[in-house]
């Protein structure tokens, strides 16, 4: 869009409080000792949100995201007041955010997944001048987001996915040819996808996409809290949401803390509930230790748990849990929780709200939804109390029926190499140069 400003802010560490601007794709402060490491938060000059027209899609919350320019495409969360799974439960006030495919509810994110809420602010942030390649790894959902987003729009794209997911990289349409994807062999896992792409970027063609560190992904998937508590009109009372890396829940910690700065939602913190599908548990077993740093998790054993769970988006083995600004940090001050919930128990929460609410969800959703099952059965929650559930993705069910219906087809995004799990770094080097 022509006239759009660049929204104005500037970065803060969050363990010293340092405050100072951003050059552009700054990840961390630069005076930050690495002993202690910090997340850095963007502090916008519009301290009360003002949301933008429907027709702006995602950027219509352009206020409180690091975005120098909007991207065509994009579609924003949908929040509504369940009726079905509500009754079903007895809650009186339960709002479902949606972000996927239901358009219906007006929610168009044909990714399926609230994964494209951070392609599109990420995106949104890099300069159009940038002539580096864009490098992102993930366990599926997030490459799908950031391929469809950068096809879209002509960004240069490194994506590293581990071999046995790559099923997650469907399409209505074939991408760009600006998009490249390199994977992990068969038993690999994100981690070996992460590390993938580490020695990819040791080449000086290639920029780091972040993760967690960059404040556009953040700022991004807050955009759920944004629609939350803009559509509820008040800061909810607790927060569900199934998580991998936790950087999610961290974000709704962040927009939580600029709302209450707004004085025009209310000033109570959410309490976090996050969720782990079992037997993959690093942050659920930390948390219940009440330790800030990750227990020891065996390589050989971590990629077997990650392999048994449904919600395999949900494996990460290093998420920034103990980071300064992290989930640990996020969960503490929310008087949040960690729970875990089986294979068993999210088949049959995924089945729940499609018969109640009328849509199909991924098994990370699913994930969410049995934790707030599991609250309410236990009695840990106060059934007048105002909950947000984060329906992280869903809808594809629909959104492949319809594509059908139209005479398309889907297109798959198929590796340009695969690696062994402990490749040779010059020759990671060679290949991915040889790609752009």
């Given at each position: 869009m022509k006239d759009f400003k660049p929204t104005e802010y500037i970065l803060q560490n969050v363990a010293g409080g340092r405050k100072f601007k951003d050059t552009g794709w700054t990840l961390d402060d630069p005076q930050c000792s690495s002993d202690s490491p910090s997340l850095v938060r963007?502090?916008?000059?519009?301290?009360?949100?003002?949301?933008?027209?429907?027709?702006?899609?995602?950027?219509?919350?352009?206020?409180?995201?690091?975005?120098?320019?909007i991207l065509r495409g994009s579609s924003a969360p949908v929040t509504y007041k369940s009726e079905g799974l509500a009754d079903k439960l007895g809650l009186e006030n339960l709002w479902i955010t949606f972000s996927g495919y239901w358009p219906a509810k007006g929610a168009n994110m044909t990714t399926c997944s609230f994964k494209e809420t951070e392609a599109y602010v990420v995106c949104g942030r890099m300069s159009p001048d940038e002539k580096r390649v864009l490098v992102v790894a993930s366990a599926g959902n997030t490459a799908r987001a950031f391929a469809k987003v950068c096809s879209d729009n002509n960004i240069p794209l490194l994506l590293s996915v581990p071999e046995e997911n790559i099923?997650?990289?469907?399409f209505d349409t074939?991408?760009?040819?600006?998009v490249k994807l390199i994977c992990p062999r068969?038993?690999?896992?994100?981690?070996?996808?992460?590390?993938?792409?580490?020695?990819?970027?040791?080449?000086?063609?290639?920029?780091?996409?972040?993760?967690?560190?960059?404040?556009?992904?953040?700022?991004?998937m807050s955009t759920t809290v944004l629609s939350a508590v803009t559509a509820i009109g008040r800061i909810p009372d607790y927060y569900f949401q199934a998580v991998g890396s936790g950087t999610g829940a961290i974000a709704a910690w962040e927009a939580n803390m600029r709302f209450i700065e707004d004085g025009r939602f209310g000033d109570n913190k959410?309490?976090?509930?996050?969720?782990?599908?079992?037997?993959?548990?690093?942050?659920?077993?930390?948390?219940?230790?009440?330790?800030?740093?990750?227990?020891?998790?065996?390589?050989?054993?971590?990629?077997?748990?990650?392999?048994?769970?449904?919600?395999?988006?949900?494996?990460?083995?290093?998420?920034?849990?103990?980071?300064?600004?992290?989930?640990?940090?996020?969960?503490?001050?929310?008087?949040?929780?960690?729970?875990?919930?089986?294979?068993?128990?999210?088949?049959?929460?995924?089945?729940?709200?499609?018969?109640?609410?009328?849509?199909?969800?991924?098994?990370?959703?699913g994930v969410a939804t049995s934790s707030l099952i599991k609250s309410v059965k236990a009695g840990m929650i106060d059934k007048s109390?105002?909950?947000?559930?984060?329906?992280?993705?869903?809808?594809e069910r629909h959104f492949r029926e319809e594509l059908k219906a139209k005479g398309g087809e889907l297109h798959y995004l198929k590796p340009s190499y695969v690696f062994p799990l402990d490749p040779s770094p010059d020759k990671v080097v060679e290949v991915v140069e040889?790609?752009?």
């Open positions: 963007a502090l916008y000059a519009k301290r009360q949100i003002e949301i933008g027209d429907d027709s702006l899609g995602l950027y219509k919350f352009a206020d409180w995201l690091p975005v120098g320019r099923g997650a990289l469907w074939p991408l760009n040819d600006c068969n038993g690999g896992d994100y981690f070996d996808a992460i590390h993938l792409s580490n020695l990819a970027l040791q080449s000086s063609k290639f920029i780091a996409e972040g993760g967690c560190k960059n404040v556009a992904r953040r700022d991004g959410m309490r976090l509930i996050v969720s782990q599908n079992v037997p993959f548990l690093p942050m659920y077993e930390a948390w219940k230790a009440d330790s800030r740093a990750m227990l020891p998790y065996d390589d050989d054993q971590a990629r077997a748990d990650a392999e048994t769970i449904d919600a395999k988006v949900l494996s990460n083995r290093r998420p920034p849990w103990g980071v300064r600004g992290g989930l640990y940090d996020a969960l503490k001050d929310t008087n949040g929780d960690v729970m875990a919930v089986t294979n068993e128990e999210l088949r049959a929460a995924c089945k729940l709200f499609e018969e109640t609410e009328g849509v199909d969800i991924y098994s990370a959703a109390a105002t909950i947000m559930l984060n329906i992280t993705g869903g809808g040889g790609l752009f």
